[in-house]
Nanobody, 115 residues
Framework: QVQLVESGGGLVQPGGSLRLSCAAS????????MGWYRQAPGKQRDLVAT???????NYADSVKGRFTISRDNAKNTVYLQMSSLKPEDTAVYYC?????????WGQGTQVTVSS
């Protein structure tokens, strides 16, 4: 069984910053990629950022230049540094882990950007 535990969400003012963490544990032998997705009420779950084992990254256009994804492969942990936050960034953020053809999800952490 693979478990993903997110942390770091919360309430922040517009223009502020948050750092999300996701630690993976369980039967993990070879991670293909880890990433972050988000889902606002009434909307689909969308890609925020992904990172492969070798460090290749991909970002949604809406977060480029503001968010940075990073990882610690030895710890099977992925991070999302979020800066210059906007109200439209408000969503539940989900950690994702890909092991070959399998995909695993965390429970999500709420990020609210509001004054």
């Amino acid at each position: 069984q693979v478990q993903l535990v997110e942390s770091g969400g919360g309430l922040v003012q517009p223009g502020g910053s948050l750092r999300l963490s996701c630690a993976a544990s369980g039967s993990i032998f070879s991670v293909s990629a880890m990433g972050w997705y988000r889902q606002a009420p009434g909307k689909q779950r969308d890609l925020v950022a992904t990172i492969t084992r070798d460090g290749s990254t991909n970002y949604a256009d809406s977060v480029k230049g503001r968010f940075t994804i990073s990882r610690d492969n030895a710890k099977n942990t992925v991070y999302l540094q979020m800066s210059s936050l906007k109200p439209e960034d408000t969503a539940v953020y989900y950690c994702n882990l890909k092991l070959g053809g399998l995909s695993f999800w965390g429970q999500g952490t709420q990020v609210t950007v509001s004054s």
